[in-house]
């Protein structure tokens, strides 16, 4: 079919990092314990954009050298490009070819540039001014115009683990599984994962996976006649 390993797409991230003052405290749950999510664009009828806050400097290589640092860590969630992931041979055990295709779309560069500004906006806040030395370990002084900017997040845009969509539910030619979650063309197989999500979820995908998950067996049951 057509639709198999076609319309591959994840959230996408960078990030900065701001040097503090004294060393950061460990956090109490994870690494990252307050998130916020906003438009790009007022007019959007939903959040577009995920900003995580992290106790420590996600870059390792910038971590190794400024250990008292915290980090922004935005995410695009309504990317709209698209990759692909497909076999390499006959052999099962051959890792598939993977093109996750990340800022294909100016949209999606432009919004990326756009979250890098923010950051930089929020670590420039008054509630950070105690904490936070001023220095900005990433992007850092050789990206502050649009060119630099855009040349930064195209150099560092990098994967969330989100990947979805490559086994696309729906009734169109591209799709792969139908609204059961059955393969087309081939009876007794349902694909239930991330792969079968038409469109990213905004926000992490792991409880709408469960979801999935659960509305698969009740259907299972249903059709089984099983309790």
């Known amino acids: 079919m057509p639709g198999v390993g ?13 040097e503090t003052r004294e060393p950061v405290a460990p956090g109490h749950l994870n690494t990252s314990e307050v998130s916020l999510f906003t438009k790009s664009d007022p007019s959007l009828n939903a959040p577009d954009l995920q900003f995580n806050f992290v106790h420590l400097p996600f870059d390792v290589i910038v971590g190794q050298s400024n250990p008292n640092s915290v980090s922004l860590i935005p995410g695009l969630q309504t990317p709209k490009s698209r990759g692909w992931v497909r076999l390499a041979s006959g052999d099962p055990l051959k890792r598939p070819l993977l093109n996750p295709n990340y800022l294909q779309h100016d949209d999606d560069a432009r919004r990326m540039v756009q979250m890098t500004r923010m950051c930089r906006e929020i670590f420039a806040t008054k509630a950070f001014s105690k904490a936070l030395t001023g220095k900005e370990l990433m992007p850092g002084p050789d990206f502050k115009d649009e060119e630099g900017l855009m040349r930064f997040v195209r150099g560092r845009a990098d994967s969330y683990h989100h990947q979805v969509g490559s086994c696309k539910m729906g009734t169109d030619i591209m799709s ?23 469109q990213i979820t905004i926000g992490n995908i792991h409880a709408p996976i469960m979801m999935i998950a659960e509305k698969a067996s009740d259907m299972i049951r249903k059709e089984h006649g099983l309790a």
């Open 6 to 18: 076609e319309n591959y797409h994840n959230h996408v991230l960078t990030g900065a990092i701001a």
């Open 176 to 198: 792969v599984v139908d609204p059961q979650l059955k393969l087309h063309g081939l009876e007794g197989v349902r694909v239930v994962d991330a792969s079968v999500m038409p």
